[in-house]
């Protein structure tokens, strides 16, 4: 086994066209490091719905030069064969966009040159911009593909590669298996023509296009008042939120000054995800630090490319004067908001967000359908008008960006708390009148981070032979496994607990090496004096669920 390993290596390292992952794979060929070599060549990462993801380093099973220019070249085989758009001649148009990452220039340049050497026209967007800029870019340009080069809030030591196929939307079975299957098929990358010009790089019209296009999402003379304290999470966000914001008439946000340029070491946080604790501190002792006339209305975070926004608010709950909402919270809040102002057609959401969306789509009249997790599913729902998933994604604008947006999201929530701020009221006001109307719809998550994918295998597997009764007291009244599919949802890996008065969904995570489980319970709510108590109700609801599930798990 060692000889075919160093052979493997050896193999690969004469085509590898970076001299950095030459030099680190030279060093492990020296080295005899088999268990690491074994890491590397056990297998290759797997083009699927979400792209590709991994760390970076030399060897297959890693994100490098290597892997990405043949998945370049399988994206480019899948692409001719569907021909050319109908009714042109000329062959389709791929548009590139990258985030600040390490290496994602070099794949975004390495990704126009192989559509290029393919007989495909390739167009890569100026520098590093938000990841919707690029969906937005391939409808606007009539692209057949557009690709983000990007790992959005994963760790430092990541990168990944997103595909959108023509309509602006990311790809889904059985396109992902067809590219799949045309990647397997080079059979090495000297096959692969990579000249070295005749693509474009794009100025920056499309980017001022989007910017135009923010115009949609506000209500013509809507008030603009609401402080805001925004974050890029060292990521590529800043410069085109606060154009937007200046461009929509906000008050200037006041910058999160050690996070706000892109840093692809992402040095403040553990992790660059709003959503992972400790990530927002700068933040809440930026917006603590202002006051008076200066002090905040909100806190706005984006991810690191900007696809994603967090939201938090004054709440001195636990001592630190801010808190953040939940993606349910904000996806309810944008609901209610686009429905006041009498907004139309489907409202659409993961099967694992909160169901409080349902009621206010069905009290308002509207369409409202489940997807799976994903906006690659969430965005293709018949007559979108907006989608969500608690993932703090947010789709308010699907004419524009058919995908999640963390700028126009931004400014929809701004737009919101300064309608409030207008009445002397606050978002907080607003959930509470919801929770009343509809009942507490409360939401929390069991995550489990492993380091061996076989343990979240294990659990799933352990869940199906040893099916939970009950949780927290609460009996099981229906389970769903949902690699069945349903009338409504295709299959996928996942379980679907239906309780009296609750829900709880688990599955392992497409882009993260994480077991998932999503709860939420209901509680009625008689009016806004029974709030406290009902929130207490759910709270322990809620850890008694995700104790017995995690008993359950066996995580």
């Not at 939120?241 to 946080?269: C, I, K, N």
């Amino acid at each position: 086994m060692h000889d075919e390993l160093i052979a493997q290596a050896q193999a690969w390292l004469t085509e590898d066209p970076d001299p950095d992952t030459r030099t680190e794979l030279a060093r492990l060929i020296d080295a005899k490091d088999e268990t690491e070599l074994a890491a590397r060549f056990s297998g290759t990462l797997q083009f699927g719905t979400a792209g590709l993801r991994g760390e970076l380093g030399a060897g297959p099973m890693r994100m490098n030069r290597s892997v990405v220019i043949r998945a370049a070249a399988g994206l480019a085989a899948y692409l001719k064969k569907q021909g050319p758009p109908a009714g042109e001649g000329e062959p389709g148009l791929v548009v590139i966009g990258y985030d600040a990452r390490h290496k994602s220039h070099d794949f975004a340049q390495d990704t126009a040159a192989v559509m290029t050497g393919a007989g495909l026209r390739a167009a890569v967007l100026p520098r590093p911009l938000p990841t919707p800029v690029l969906a937005f870019a391939t409808r606007h340009l009539g692209a057949v593909a557009g690709v983000e080069v990007t790992a959005s809030h994963n760790p430092p030591r990541d990168n990944g590669y997103k595909v959108y196929l023509g309509d602006g939307s990311q790809i889904v079975p059985p396109a992902d298996i067809d590219i799949a299957a045309e990647i397997a098929a080079v059979p090495s990358l000297t096959t692969v023509p990579r000249p070295t010009e005749g693509w474009d790089t794009l100025d920056d019209s499309v980017l001022d296009a989007y910017l135009a296009r923010t115009d949609a999402v506000l209500s013509e003379g809507s008030p603009r008042t609401a402080r805001t304290v925004y974050t890029a999470m060292h990521g590529v966000g800043k410069d085109v939120l606060l154009a937007a914001f200046a461009r929509a008439g906000f008050p200037a946000p006041v910058l999160v000054a050690e996070q706000a340029d892109p840093d692809p070491e992402f040095p403040t946080v553990a992790f660059p995800n709003p959503e992972e604790p400790g990530a927002m501190d700068l933040a809440f002792a930026t917006a603590r630090a202002l006051s008076g006339e200066t002090a905040p209305d909100l806190i706005i975070a984006n991810d690191p490319d900007a696809d994603r926004c967090a939201v938090a608010v004054q709440d001195d709950t636990d001592g630190t004067g801010w808190r953040m909402l939940r993606g349910d919270e904000v996806g309810a809040l944008l609901a209610a908001h686009l429905v006041r102002r009498g907004a139309t057609g489907t409202f659409a959401e993961s099967i694992v967000s909160s169901s409080l969306l349902g009621r206010i789509a069905e009290k308002a009249g509207l369409p409202h359908v489940e997807t799976l997790t994903g906006f690659k599913w969430i965005a293709r729902a018949e007559g979108l008008r907006y989608g969500y998933e608690e993932a703090l994604g947010y789709c308010v604008d699907p004419d524009g960006v058919r995908d999640k947006d963390g700028i126009t999201a931004a400014l929809l929530i701004t737009e919101l708390a300064s309608r409030l701020k207008e009445e002397g009221r606050t978002l907080l006001d607003l959930l509470d009148d919801l929770a009343v109307e509809h009942g507490l719809h409360a939401t929390d998550q069991l995550s489990v981070r492993v380091e061996d994918l076989s343990l979240i295998a294990a659990a799933m597997r352990r869940l199906r032979e040893q099916p939970p009764t009950e949780l927290a007291g609460l009996p099981i009244t229906h389970t769903d496994d949902l690699t069945q599919g349903t009338a409504e949802l295709p299959p996928t890996d996942g379980l679907r607990y239906t309780l009296d008065g609750a829900r709880v969904i688990v599955r392992p995570s497409g882009t993260e090496p994480k077991l998932k489980c999503y709860l939420e319970v209901v509680i009625p709510v008689g009016s806004h004096k029974d709030l406290p108590a009902a929130r207490a109700k759910a709270t322990g609801l809620l850890e008694s669920i995700k104790r017995d599930l995690s008993t359950a798990a066996g995580i």
